[in-house]
């Protein structure tokens, strides 16, 4: 029979995707959750109590300031979370060997080692996480309807937008902008109940940056990149979904760029499924790449081609375990989502990137994407 690891976690749930998923509730600050023998517990203060019990019905409840309060009579200056771990695991007859997650609170770790507690990092912390129920299933759909929608006004406003004599595209009277469609974007997605952050709308030459959020004025007739990553406010887990467009006329080049970054994507997509390596279906892409003419390489002292991976897990953190890289280890397993989001980049033509969601099964991938694909607008 294996033996039942005793968990610790001290994190806020706003922003610490375990604690998160150990408790099912926001937390602004940080707070003890424990599993001990299987039974998960956590310390709240006065002003969590009630919405903890309503929240986390699946935890036991226990006050921080019951804790306190025994420990501040024996030793005032002694009331700290180290302490109340030490009373709880005492109170349980518990074992003082704790797991904790690879980004556990250092200065924490060395009280808890004072008091002779000893933590170890358990580097597959919630590996569990990995593989999605059915109902995770569908809070990841839910959030990336988010990221459509705002993919969907995106659109809307390039469509609409005037292009001037000299290619700038102008939106209801003024020059439409990075920053101007970031925040029609951004909008659309709150309104629909999510928060995007960083979203990215590069044109030109900005978007063969794959991480550059984009600025100033877009123009038509050039190569546009649009990627958007929401979380949902209700549930925190993310969709996410990229599409490049042009506004106006694509160039043959960067027509022949962007059918060859859609084709790498339907090659990934008929690779993935249960058992198969993750670094195989990445180095199948670069392969494809290759033999289309489109070399990987730094010139003029940057990278040009195809230099990240071909996709990340997605779920209650926007890149997550599993990766879909040429480092990536291991094989894919049912019931995990990926992103796949191959891409070619050259200065002198632009950037292509188009990026859907896959449901990994044991005979396929099932697309969780609806969003259509076009490149001219």
């Given at each position: 029979?294996?033996?039942?690891?005793?968990?610790?976690?001290?994190?806020?749930?706003?922003?610490?995707?375990?604690?998160?998923?150990?408790?099912?509730?926001?937390?602004?600050?940080?707070?003890?959750?424990?599993?001990?023998?299987?039974?998960?517990?956590?310390?709240?203060?006065?002003?969590?109590?009630?919405?903890?019990?309503?929240?986390?019905?699946?935890?036991?409840?226990?006050?921080?300031?019951?804790?306190?309060k025994q420990l501040a009579d024996r030793h005032p200056k002694r009331t700290g979370y180290a302490h109340v771990i030490e009373s709880i695991l005492?109170?349980?007859?518990?074992?003082?060997?704790?797991?904790?997650?690879?980004?556990?609170?250092?200065?924490?770790?060395?009280?808890?080692?004072?008091?002779?507690?000893?933590?170890?990092?358990?580097?597959?912390?919630?590996?569990?996480?990995?593989?999605?129920?059915?109902?995770?299933?569908?809070?990841?759909?839910?959030?990336?309807?988010?990221?459509?929608?705002?993919?969907?006004?995106?659109?809307?406003?390039?469509?609409?937008?005037?292009?001037?004599?000299?290619?700038?595209?102008?939106?209801?009277?003024?020059?439409?902008?990075?920053?101007?469609?970031?925040?029609?974007?951004?909008?659309?997605?709150?309104?629909?109940?999510?928060?995007?952050?960083?979203?990215?709308?590069?044109?030109?030459?900005?978007?063969?940056?794959?991480?550059?959020?984009?600025?100033?004025?877009?123009?038509?007739?050039?190569?546009?990149?649009?990627?958007?990553?929401?979380?949902?406010?209700?549930?925190?887990?993310?969709?996410?979904?990229?599409?490049?467009?042009?506004?106006?006329?694509?160039?043959?080049?960067?027509?022949?760029?962007?059918?060859?970054?859609?084709?790498?994507?339907?090659?990934?997509?008929?690779?993935?499924?249960?058992?198969?390596?993750?670094?195989?279906?990445?180095?199948?892409?670069?392969?494809?790449?290759?033999?289309?003419?489109?070399?990987?390489?730094?010139?003029?002292?940057?990278?040009?081609?195809?230099?990240?991976?071909?996709?990340?897990?997605?779920?209650?953190?926007?890149?997550?375990?599993?990766?879909?890289?040429?480092?990536?280890?291991?094989?894919?397993?049912?019931?995990?989502?990926?992103?796949?989001?191959?891409?070619?980049?050259?200065?002198?033509?632009?950037?292509?990137?188009?990026?859907?969601?896959?449901?990994?099964?044991?005979?396929?991938?099932?697309?969780?994407?609806?969003f259509e694909k076009v490149l001219e607008l």
């Open positions: 029979m294996p033996r039942i690891e005793n968990l610790l976690i001290v994190a806020d749930s706003d922003h610490d995707a375990n604690m998160l998923y150990a408790t099912g509730m926001f937390v602004p600050d940080p707070f003890i959750y424990l599993r001990l023998r299987g039974k998960n517990f956590i310390v709240m203060s006065d002003l969590e109590m009630d919405r903890a019990r309503r929240q986390a019905e699946h935890c036991r409840v226990l006050s921080l300031s019951r804790y306190q005492k109170e349980k007859r518990v074992q003082p060997l704790l797991f904790v997650p690879a980004n556990f609170p250092l200065g924490l770790a060395r009280e808890l080692k004072r008091l002779k507690i000893k933590v170890k990092v358990k580097t597959d912390f919630f590996s569990e996480r990995e593989i999605k129920s059915v109902e995770e299933v569908k809070k990841i759909s839910a959030a990336l309807m988010m990221a459509e929608v705002g993919m969907a006004e995106a659109m809307q406003a390039l469509k609409s937008a005037k292009i001037s004599r000299d290619r700038r595209l102008m939106y209801r009277g003024a020059p439409l902008t990075s920053e101007k469609l970031r925040s029609i974007i951004d909008c659309a997605i709150l309104q629909a109940g999510g928060l995007a952050a960083h979203t990215i709308v590069a044109g030109g030459k900005q978007g063969c940056d794959p991480h550059e959020a984009g600025h100033g004025q877009l123009f038509a007739n050039e190569l546009l990149i649009i990627d958007i990553f929401p979380r949902s406010q209700k549930t925190g887990y993310f969709g996410d979904i990229t599409r490049t467009v042009v506004r106006g006329r694509a160039s043959e080049t960067a027509r022949k760029l962007y059918d060859t970054v859609l084709r790498a994507q339907m090659l990934a997509f008929d690779k993935i499924r249960a058992d198969v390596p993750t670094a195989e279906i990445h180095g199948a892409v670069q392969q494809f790449f290759v033999q289309q003419g489109y070399k990987t390489a730094r010139h003029n002292g940057r990278m040009q081609g195809f230099f990240h991976g071909t996709g990340h897990g997605l779920g209650l953190e926007i890149h997550e375990a599993p990766r879909v890289g040429s480092t990536s280890r291991g094989v894919l397993k049912s019931g995990q989502i990926v992103t796949v989001e191959p891409g070619l980049y050259y200065p002198e033509i632009g950037g292509v990137r188009i990026e859907d969601v896959a449901l990994v099964t044991a005979r396929a991938a099932r697309n969780l994407t609806q």
